[in-house]
């Protein structure tokens, strides 16, 4: 047995000596890349972080100047301090510093909040939009001017829920503290700009309401894009999420696709804390990304052992060839030679059952018939019914036949061609071979007597016949048919009475066909316009062993005549 897995145990254990010299060689290079790029994304978190702690830094800057004057500074005061921060690095990002003054609604507020918009602007304009809120935060200063900006003055934050939840965060805080994600306002109504806001209160030294609220409005991609983009530039793909990551908490994507790159598809997560938010960033690497160390060694390490191990097992291989051709031409030997013997003893099986199987019919014929001429014509016909059965078994390599099929075939023999199979509408059932040859028999008798002595003799006979599953006591399956002839006038006595009565037929061969052979049950009802016949038979007696069967299927079919 060894030396016949030679070949096979010599190329796999060279292989895999060098697959797991390979695999190490991977596993220490993909380790050492990444941690080259979880450093490249603790860069860029860097980056992002630095330059959110600027803008911080900066808006605290200008809460200073309000506090040395202790009170809101003239807005050309506002104006010279903004343009000194403007030249600085930290404002690139930032759309703009303004003050929005903290106010209750009412009219007295709303003319003081235009009067100052008019002193610093020009601005004929009321706070905006209107609001039931008890507070107003109107923006009574905004800069760097610009079309913008001035299209945002005098608009009411505290009036949007999500500006609101900040300002009342920062408020009851008494500290910096960032927004959720918002639409910015700017002149274009129909470019929006997806942003987010800081806001500070501003305290004076005799009360603790604030006089108002220091803001600004960051534009999300220009923040990331000037944390990012600046020298040397990073081969990274941004995925952000204000929280959670869900499509509405979505705030920032990278423009591109990232790498499809097999060692460059597992993401870096991290947060970033933003003033009292919590942002979730994913970063992958971009389609610019090259790992530092490229794995084409292992991979010649890995096809260098294969072909090694090839080499040798065909070495092996080549010195077992004769042995195995002789070994494949004794076991085909013995192979035929037992199919042979199996296919003997199967005929033999099958051709004493068939012997049998004729003799009780032949037997049952004789008892039954009037005469030589009536024993052949009908000892003939169910032999010709058996073997219609047979060659539907013979279809399917002797193992099983389908109901409706057999059933169909046997009408169309006695009913013509031109029988209407597509009203026949009981589940499919797939028999097995005793069950065929039960049925078929007794498909023949119920045929051959409905054309003799039932509904078929007159053009108005119906015929109706269906059949189903049903369950029984103890959890047991039954095959139900049913086999009824209705004629619209009444039939002869002898004629009605004839499948009853005649016991060749139906107190011998359905009989024991369906108790003996099927372990089923016949009942027979006849009545002046016809005859009632129901066979109920286990289903696992009938089934074919590959089909399940499911209970309750089918529904009642009609075939007529």
Known sequence: ???????????????????????ASWYTIEQANRLAFVGIAEDAIQRVGDRLESHMLMIKSVEALFQATNEVPSI??????????????????????????????GAESDAAISAALRNNYGLSRLPWPETSEAFRTPIIMLEPEDEGKRAALGFDMYSEPVRRAAILSAHSEKRLRSSGRVELVTENAQDPQAGFLMYIPVFTSKSDQPLGFIFAPFR?????????????TLPIHIVAWDGEPSDTSLIYRSEGQPSDRMDARTPVVKSIEVAGNTWNVEIRASKNYAPPVDQTRTIMLAIASLLLAAALAASSRAQQRTIEVGEALRLQSERALSDREFLLQEMKHRIKNMIARVLAMSRQTARSADSLSDFTQSFGARLQAMAASQDLLART???????????????????????????????????????VQAFGLAFHELATNA??????????????????????????????????????????????????????????????????????????????????????????????????TKPGAGKDSHAQR
């Open 1 to 23: 047995m060894f030396y016949r897995l030679q070949p096979v145990l010599v190329f796999v254990v060279v292989t895999l000596v060098g697959m797991l010299t390979a695999v």
């Open 76 to 105: 050309e005061e506002f104006k010279v301090f903004v343009s000194y921060l403007k030249k600085t690095e930290q404002f690139n990002g930032v759309r703009g510093l303004g003050f929005a003054r903290y106010v209750p609604s």
């Open 220 to 232: 999300i991609p220009s923040l990331f894009e000037s944390a990012l983009n600046r020298p040397p």
């Open 397 to 435: 390599s002797w193992k099983s036949a389908d109901l409706k099929t057999l059933l169909v075939q046997e009408l169309q023999q006695l009913f013509g061609n031109d029988f209407d199979e597509s009203t026949l509408k009981g589940p499919s059932v797939e028999l097995n071979e005793v069950a």
């Open 451 to 548: 054309l003799k002595y039932g509904s078929a003799q007159s053009d108005d006979g119906k015929l109706d016949i269906w059949w189903r599953f049903e369950p029984g006591s103890q959890k047991e399956e039954f095959l139900v048919f049913s086999w009824q002839e209705r004629s619209k006038t009444p039939l002869d006595e002898q004629n009605s009475n004839a499948l009853a009565r005649k016991g060749g037929f139906g107190t011998k061969l359905l009989d024991a066909t369906m108790r003996a052979e099927l372990g089923g049950s016949i009942i027979i009802i006849p009545d002046e316009y016809g005859i009632d016949v129901t066979i109920k038979v286990p289903s696992k007696r009938v089934m074919a062993d590959h089909q399940p």
